[in-house]
């Protein structure tokens, strides 16, 4: 190796945090939350006021909790309970479901966190 070659791998390396914060953490605070129950309505909640909300799912009914401009699954009806171990939603384009109980809460900002999520 050259000391050309030593150079621009430290340099890539110095260059690495630089990028990563600039592209790859970016966090928006939430200002809304777009919440899908069983039928396909949409409503949308501002996350500025504290309250608890029920939605009505095939199994039963899904409290969401929004608090300190949050949001999350307090409770459901379903099985396995990964919506309310998703914990708080608070960054722009953040996502949580209850598939067995068909609720979902997407939550949106000026700054998105991803662009799109593939599964």
């Given at each position: ?94 996502f949580a479901a209850c ?21």
């Amino acid at each position: 190796m050259t000391r050309a070659d030593i150079f621009v791998i430290g340099f890539t390396l110095a260059l690495l945090p630089f990028l990563y914060s600039t592209y790859w953490n970016r966090e928006g605070p939430a200002e809304t939350a777009h919440i899908m129950d069983q039928s396909g309505r949409e409503f949308t909640v501002p996350l500025s006021t504290n309250q608890q909300l029920s939605i009505e799912g095939p199994l039963g009914v899904s409290l969401v909790e929004i608090k300190d401009g949050q949001i999350r699954f307090l409770d459901s009806p379903c099985r396995g309970k990964q919506c309310v171990h998703a914990g708080w939603l608070k960054q722009s384009g953040e996502f949580a479901a209850c598939l067995p109980n068909r609720v979902s809460i997407t939550v949106s900002g000026k700054d998105a966190l991803y662009d799109s999520i593939n599964f």
